[in-house]
């Protein structure tokens, strides 16, 4: 048990850090998830499939990160004729971040808001 300020201080970023990590981790195994989730709606080859996964996580993680992912999968699932009401894609990438967290095992991220 850390007995002196030094100590929690150190405590403290060492649990901070952790955090972000795991935060990073969450949001890119949801978006990961997601990108999966619109390929096998579109039916999408295995090579198709991950170029889609590798364009949804090259998106830069800023401010704007979950309406980037978002409108990036709606224009795929327009541009094969497959599109979808935007609250429902918010909804399935919710569900992505929960099994993210799940997957992860460990409790979710107290910030649970676009990067």
């Not at 649990?15 to 195994?29: G, Q």
């Not at 998830?33 to 198709?48: C, G, I, K, T, Y």
């Not at 799940?102 to 107290?110: N, V």
Request: glycine fraction near 6%.
């Amino acid at each position: 048990m850390p007995t002196t300020f030094q100590d929690r201080e150190q405590a403290f970023e060492a649990k901070f850090a952790h955090d972000e990590e795991f935060r990073f981790l969450a949001y890119a195994r949801r978006d990961k998830l997601f990108a999966h989730w619109a390929a096998n709606r579109l039916q999408l080859s295995e090579v198709a499939t991950e170029a889609l996964v590798k364009e949804i996580l090259a998106i830069p993680n800023r401010t704007a990160h979950d309406r980037a992912v978002l409108d990036h999968i709606a224009g795929a699932l327009l541009a094969h004729g497959a599109g979808t009401v935007e609250a429902d894609l918010a909804k399935t990438l919710s569900a992505c971040m929960q099994d993210a967290i799940q997957q992860l095992g460990e409790a979710p991220p107290h910030n649970t808001g676009g990067i």
